[in-house]
């Protein structure tokens, strides 16, 4: 079988990583190499779940991606085009993106509403508009009947307010409003208490499941990689040392993971 070239990945994939470095503070005593010549393609529709040892580049892959800092080789493409030179506000667009800390993607000074229609303006001129009419109430209600957090009856209060739970569910549709091309997850439900985490982690697979969204999502959930999704990677020093997609992955046990992350942690002399 013929190497596919770059054209053809970047073609053939929804997300196409091809041939990145990144080195962060270079010629210094803080020199760190995370990536040389890594490469990711991820096919339109994967739900990709991210696991590995602490400092193995799974957050910085998401920033490149993103575009919060700068690659320093290769190049990035996003359904068959180029990210070189779209800033981050430009590429949030095409992605959306739910952090770690719930207080991220959502204001916590305005209400429900207010948050939903700002999401929803996102990227139009006049931003919240001249208020939200009852065409666009009823649809948010019915957007968050769905999440069955009783969210739909409390849409006039800040979301400063909600439970860490209810706040990342809510970031979670915000930023799955507009029409995205991919959904990045970093470590969306780490912060939260196992009850909540289960279950913005089943409407998280609802909402992919939905709207048919390409998906990557960074965990240190174990269980969750590998019960969610249709491929998992686990990195470790800047690459994939288990890429398992489909059939493959559904055969993954969580003992493979375990072994795999014990002979690294006996690598790297400590426990992970
Ligand atoms: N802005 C930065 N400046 C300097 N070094 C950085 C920066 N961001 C990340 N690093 C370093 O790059 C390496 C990879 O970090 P990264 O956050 O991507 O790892 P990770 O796999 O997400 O780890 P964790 O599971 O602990 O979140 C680490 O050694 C980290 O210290």
């Known amino acids: 079988m013929s190497i596919p070239s770059s054209a053809e990945r970047a073609q053939h994939n929804l997300v196409s990583m091809q041939h990145i470095y990144k ?44 575009g919060s800092i700068p690659i320093d080789m290769g190049a990035i493409y996003l359904g068959g085009k180029t990210l070189k030179g779209l800033k ?22 305005l209400t429900i509403l207010e948050n939903m229609a700002l999401a929803d303006n996102k990227g139009k001129v006049f931003g919240l508009g001249r208020g939200v009419n009852r065409r666009r109430m009823d649809e948010y209600r019915t957007q968050l009947e769905r999440l069955k957090l009783g969210l739909e009856d409390k849409m006039d209060i800040p979301v400063g ?10 970031a979670l549709l915000i930023s799955t409003m507009t029409p995205i091309e991919l959904l990045i997850l970093d470590e969306h439900t780490a912060a939260l208490d196992p009850n909540s985490s289960a279950t913005v982690m089943e409407l998280t697979d609802q909402i992919v499941k939905e709207k048919n969204l390409t998906a990557l999502m960074v965990t240190h959930n174990l269980k969750f990689a590998v019960q969610y999704g249709n491929r998992l990677l686990m990195m470790h020093q800047g690459r994939a040392v288990i890429d398992a997609a489909d059939a493959e992955k559904e055969k993954l046990q969580m003992n493979d993971i375990l072994e795999k992350f014990n002979t690294i942690s006996l690598e790297l002399g400590n426990s992970l």
């Open 88 to 109: 981050e506000y430009q590429r949030a667009g095409k992605i959306g993106r739910v952090f770690q800390d719930p207080s991220r993607g959502t204001c916590p000074e």
């Open 161 to 170: 307010s909600l439970s860490g739970g209810q706040r990342q569910a809510l």
């Open 23 to 66: 080195t962060f503070n270079p010629d210094t005593v803080s020199e760190v190499t995370v990536f040389q010549d890594f490469n990711l393609d991820i096919p339109r529709g994967q739900f990709v779940s991210v696991i590995g040892s602490n400092g193995s580049g799974k957050t910085t892959m998401l920033n490149l991606l993103c």
